[in-house]
């Protein structure tokens, strides 16, 4: 079957109503994990142009799940548990089930005319922006999320405190934990352990086989799941957060959307995001399929931000989660600098100095990186919605980060900031390091030319050049300065990439490596609960 304009909701229910939801979601489950292994078998006519491993088949995959919550038969969920592993789909049929679902997906106007009328006045807010940022969402995979989540919601918050003791350290941790419900570390553990057995032959996740610590049954591996091991006492608390039965996914749909219509399911946001377990019987909620394994982790981005934002309080606000992204920003630099030497922060640079600043610079000899963080975030609601009322704040932000360190370096130049005298006559690049949800907009001619727009509006000064980093991306960059034995390599990278016309395709050169401070930290995480259990066992005996 190949995508049509003319597919129906009618034709959808149809095909779909067949299946048991456990069974399509253990086929999708197979799909994604045979795709990931290099299995490009699967003749989908929206994969035609693509290469195998592509993330593009992520979100199909998550979108056909959408439609399985919301369309297969439930006989199973309201009824004592059949377990019956005989009656899994081909391969035939999981594609036609995945072909119909991006029909759906791609052709049927479920959002408002009226509001998508709008999306033309801006290029920055176009049509296929608008459309395609939901669908990154579902394909975005890093490596680095377990060795981000320790390093900015752990110790960037605690080095925070450090340099300014009115950062409110205490509330912080209590709305962390009163979010995760456990200590950070055995949540991140839990994460691990669960993507590990969603990834396996066995991918169905059972008490049975991620059970209390106290039982002293451990893996030697946090990743081998081949057989009942433990993970931490947060599985809980981990599966409490992170899976849903169909009829909560739909009732959180309907609530996101404020409407109750067959349409619902498809236009809110795809609930794996926030639930990538999902419960298919109703008497065992202890038994979970994610369908996209990888969304476990990606969990700890969007969704978990979500949640810390929606516990801010006189105390913890919404600003105090924009500097501790800003320390985790300059954290990151220093760890990944290749002399090790701390970069200098905004409150260095403005001793003597009244104006604005940018949060870190560091010069490299021949030529000076202005660092500005703009945790650009929205909620997780708006981020859907089609009306670029709630897109102006993003923008602004952006505007503001390079406007701001265009001004501050002219300045510099003039010899106005003490600081950086001696750096004053080198050459300097800004680079603006947003929250945002992917390198389309950052990176996107559209975000360009939108900003350049709005500063000839503002008689903004001479800019020096400039690029916008997804976090994603300059948490790669990053990466890799770390592993090369060259201050300078940074700087060139970025000025290369800044003069570029497309700036993505000079970045999407830098390879993504499993090395580096981010995975040392995740790899010191599990060396670190693996030697405390071995010693549990010891004394045990």
Same mark, same amino acid.
């Given at each position: 079957?190949?995508?049509?304009?003319?597919?129906? !909701?009618?034709?959808?229910?149809?095909m779909?109503?067949?299946?048991?939801?456990?069974?399509? !979601?253990?086929?999708?489950?197979?799909?994604?994990?045979?795709?990931?292994?290099?299995?490009?078998?699967?003749?989908?006519?929206?994969?035609?142009e693509?290469?195998?491993?592509?993330?593009?088949?992520?979100?199909?995959?998550?979108?056909?799940a959408?439609?399985a919550?919301? #369309?297969? $038969?439930?006989?199973?969920?309201?009824s004592p548990?059949? !377990?019956?592993?005989?009656k899994?789909i081909?391969?035939?049929?999981?594609?036609?089930?995945?072909?119909?679902?991006?029909?759906?997906?791609?052709n049927?106007?479920?959002?408002?005319?009226?509001?998508?009328s709008?999306?033309?006045?801006?290029? +920055?807010l176009?049509?296929?922006?608008?459309?395609? *940022?939901?669908?990154?969402?579902?394909?975005?995979s890093?490596?680095?999320?377990?060795?981000?989540?320790?390093? *900015?919601?752990?110790?960037?918050?605690?080095?925070?405190?450090?340099?300014?003791?009115?950062?409110?350290l205490?509330?912080?941790?209590?709305?962390?934990?009163?979010?995760?419900?456990?200590?950070?570390?055995? +949540? $991140?553990?839990?994460?691990?352990?669960?993507q590990g057995?969603?990834l396996?032959?066995n991918?169905?996740?059972?008490?049975?086989?991620?059970?209390?610590?106290?039982?002293?049954k451990?893996?030697?591996?946090?990743?081998?799941?081949?057989?009942?091991?433990?993970?931490?006492?947060?599985?809980?608390?981990?599966?409490?957060? *992170? &899976?849903?039965?169909?009829?909560?996914?739909?009732?959180?749909?309907?609530q996101?959307?404020g409407?109750?219509d067959?349409?619902?399911?498809?236009?809110?946001?795809?609930?794996?995001?926030?639930?990538?377990?999902?419960?298919?019987?109703?008497?065992r909620?202890?038994y979970?399929?994610?369908?996209?394994?990888?969304?476990?982790?990606e969990?700890?981005?969007?969704? +978990?931000?979500?949640?810390l934002?929606?516990?801010?309080n006189?105390?913890f606000?919404?600003?105090?989660?924009?500097?501790?992204?800003?320390?985790?920003?300059?954290?990151?630099?220093?760890?990944c600098?290749?002399d090790?030497?701390?970069?200098?922060?905004e409150?260095?640079?403005?001793?003597?100095?009244?104006?604005?600043?940018?949060?870190?610079?560091k010069d490299?000899?021949?030529m000076?990186?202005?660092?500005d963080?703009?945790?650009?975030?929205?909620?997780?609601?708006?981020?859907?919605r089609?009306?670029?009322?709630? #897109?102006?704040?993003?923008?602004?932000?952006?505007?503001?980060?390079?406007?701001?360190?265009?001004?501050f #370096?002219?300045?510099?130049?003039?010899g106005?900031?003490?600081?950086?005298?001696?750096?004053r006559?080198?050459?300097?690049?800004a680079?603006?390091?947003?929250?945002?949800?992917?390198?389309y907009?950052?990176?996107?001619?559209?975000?360009?030319?939108?900003?350049d727009?709005?500063w000839?509006?503002?008689?903004a000064?001479?800019?020096i050049?400039?690029?916008?980093?997804?976090?994603d991306r300059?948490?790669?960059?990053m990466t890799?300065? &770390?592993?090369?034995n060259?201050?300078?390599?940074?700087?060139?990278i !970025? #000025?290369?990439?800044?003069?570029?016309?497309?700036?993505?395709?000079?970045?999407?050169?830098?390879?993504?490596?499993?090395e580096?401070?981010?995975?040392?930290?995740?790899e010191?995480?599990?060396?670190? +609960?693996?030697?405390?259990?071995?010693?549990?066992?010891?004394?045990?005996?």
């Open positions: 079957m190949k995508s049509s304009s003319t597919i129906s !909701l009618k034709t959808v229910k149809k779909f109503k067949p299946f048991p939801l456990d069974i399509v !979601l253990l086929a999708l489950n197979r799909a994604y994990r045979k795709w990931l292994q290099g299995d490009n078998s699967y003749n989908l006519h929206i994969l035609k693509c290469e195998q491993g592509n993330p593009l088949f992520y979100w199909i995959v998550a979108e056909t959408r439609h919550i919301a #369309w297969c $038969l439930k006989r199973r969920y309201n548990i059949q !377990l019956n592993y005989g899994a081909t391969q035939q049929q999981i594609e036609q089930l995945m072909d119909v679902a991006m029909a759906v997906q791609l049927l106007p479920v959002r408002s005319s009226e509001a998508m709008h999306l033309t006045s801006d290029p +920055f176009d049509t296929g922006c608008r459309l395609w *940022l939901p669908q990154y969402l579902l394909q975005r890093s490596q680095y999320r377990i060795g981000q989540t320790i390093l *900015l919601y752990k110790k960037a918050s605690e080095r925070r405190q450090q340099r300014d003791h009115r950062f409110p205490s509330e912080y941790n209590s709305i962390l934990s009163s979010v995760l419900g456990c200590p950070l570390d055995f +949540f $991140l553990l839990s994460c691990l352990q669960l057995i969603s396996s032959n991918p169905c996740i059972t008490f049975q086989r991620a059970i209390p610590i106290d039982d002293r451990y893996d030697n591996s946090i990743y081998d799941s081949h057989s009942s091991g433990v993970i931490t006492p947060s599985i809980t608390p981990v599966i409490k957060l *992170l &899976s849903a039965s169909p009829h909560e996914i739909l009732e959180k749909a309907q996101q959307l409407r109750n067959e349409f619902v399911m498809i236009d809110a946001p795809n609930p794996l995001l926030s639930y990538p377990l999902i419960q298919p019987f109703s008497d909620p202890d979970l399929i994610a369908p996209v394994p990888h969304l476990l982790a969990w700890l981005y969007e969704p +978990f931000i979500d949640k934002f929606s516990k801010c006189g105390i606000t919404n600003k105090h989660l924009s500097e501790i992204f800003e320390e985790y920003v300059g954290l990151l630099a220093e760890l600098s290749p090790h030497q701390p970069w200098i922060h409150s260095d640079l403005q001793k003597g100095y009244s104006n604005s600043v940018v949060d870190w610079v490299l000899d021949d000076v990186i202005l660092i963080a703009k945790r650009t975030f929205m909620e997780n609601v708006k981020r859907y089609s009306l670029p009322d709630d #897109w102006e704040d993003p923008v602004d932000y952006l505007v503001k980060g390079v406007h701001q360190a265009a001004t #370096w002219n300045n510099v130049k003039k106005k900031v003490p600081a950086l005298l001696k750096s006559n080198k050459p300097a690049i680079v603006i390091v947003t929250h945002m949800d992917s390198d907009r950052a990176l996107h001619s559209h975000t360009k030319k939108a900003i727009t709005r000839k509006d503002i008689n000064p001479l800019p050049p400039w690029l916008i980093l997804a976090i300059y948490e790669q960059i890799q300065w &770390s592993q090369i060259d201050a300078k390599w940074l700087g060139n !970025l #000025w290369k990439a800044a003069k570029a016309e497309n700036p993505k395709q000079i970045l999407d050169e830098i390879p993504v490596i499993q580096g401070p981010l995975c040392a930290e995740e010191a995480l599990v060396t670190k +609960f693996k030697k405390e259990v071995e010693q549990q066992k010891i004394s045990k005996k």
